[in-house]
Each structure stands twice: as structure tokens, then as C-alpha cells.
């Protein structure tokens, strides 16, 4: 049981590696610390304080492995939360048919191999609708390019991709 809840746990990780999907090229990562990039709105349309998309990003892998499987599956965009769970069945190491499924599985596996969710993230580019951003999972060495658009005050992830293992 332990050798499938680590290759569950792997593929839960790279499950977000989509189809074809236009991805932005990796790119060297900004000399300014990804928490020091918040897009500012428009001030005229909003006087509420925004995140930028690294800590939206960030606050999703908390949710994911607590889990508060509301918040972690409201962050993803209902064709990345398809794919993604389509890719989990696929495994045929567990079964799940929603996204609150797939999180809570995930959350079980993550903590079965004493994976925290600590990441490494750098902000390639974000606009006030766009971002994308190239994250390592530290406990595995994981790592891929995460796209996400805000629509309207929240981001939701709409892409992942797994570009290197550890």
C-alpha cells in the first residue's frame, strides 16, 4: 500500500499536466521575490486590497492539503478540475468522480508521504488577468508552469503543466 499511495501521490501531483494546451515558455525567473508582485487594479474599480496570483496559488496548495476542499476546488477552473480528474481515474489507484473527491483523496496520499506542500514559487509574468508561474514542490522536486486568469476580483488556475520530476 505504501509503494501505491507514493504513485498516487506522484500522479496527483502531475495530474494537471494537460493535453494540448499553449503553454508559455519557461523562462528565467524575476529577480523580485513572487510575493513582492501584486497587480494593482484599477482604482477607480475597486478599493479592496488584491492578491497577486503567487499567493492565490499558494493559498490553493494549503487548501489542497488541509483539505477545505470548497476553497481548493473553487481556485480551479472546471476544465483543469475535469482533466485532472479524468488523469486520477486513469491511474486506476483510486477513483473519483468530483473535484472535492480528488482533493480529499490527494490531501490523504499527500499526507501518507509526509508531503507538507511546501513550493518554490516564481512569477514569469502577471498582468491584471493573466499570470503564469513556474513552481517546485520542495518535497518531491516537481516541478511546471501554472497558469491562472483572474476573472473579475478572483484568480482561478486554468492550466498546470509537470516539467520536470524530482
Do not use: H, K
Request: hydrophobic share 45%; charged share 15%; aromatic share 4%.
Amino acid at each position: 500500500m505504501p509503494t501505491t499511495a507514493i504513485a498516487v501521490a506522484a500522479l496527483m501531483m502531475s495530474a494537471c499536466a494537460a493535453g494540448p494546451v499553449a503553454r508559455t515558455p519557461v523562462t528565467d525567473a524575476p529577480s523580485q521575490p513572487a510575493s513582492e508582485v501584486i497587480v494593482s487594479p484599477d482604482p477607480q474599480q475597486s478599493a479592496e486590497p488584491q492578491t497577486g496570483a503567487a499567493d492565490v496559488f499558494r493559498a490553493w496548495v494549503e487548501a489542497s492539503r488541509i483539505p477545505d476542499v470548497d476553497t481548493a476546488c473553487a481556485a480551479l477552473a472546471p476544465d483543469l478540475q475535469s482533466r485532472m480528474i479524468a488523469e486520477v481515474n486513469a491511474s486506476g489507484a483510486v477513483s473519483v468522480e468530483t473535484c472535492e473527491q480528488m482533493i480529499a483523496a490527494a490531501a490523504e496520499l499527500y499526507a501518507a508521504v509526509g508531503d507538507d506542500g511546501a513550493i518554490d514559487v516564481a512569477v514569469q509574468q502577471e498582468t491584471a488577468t493573466n499570470a503564469t508561474l513556474f513552481v517546485t514542490y520542495l518535497a518531491s522536486g516537481d516541478c511546471g508552469t501554472v497558469v491562472m486568469q483572474r476573472t473579475g476580483t478572483e484568480w482561478i488556475i486554468t492550466d498546470e503543466s509537470q516539467e520536470c520530476a524530482g
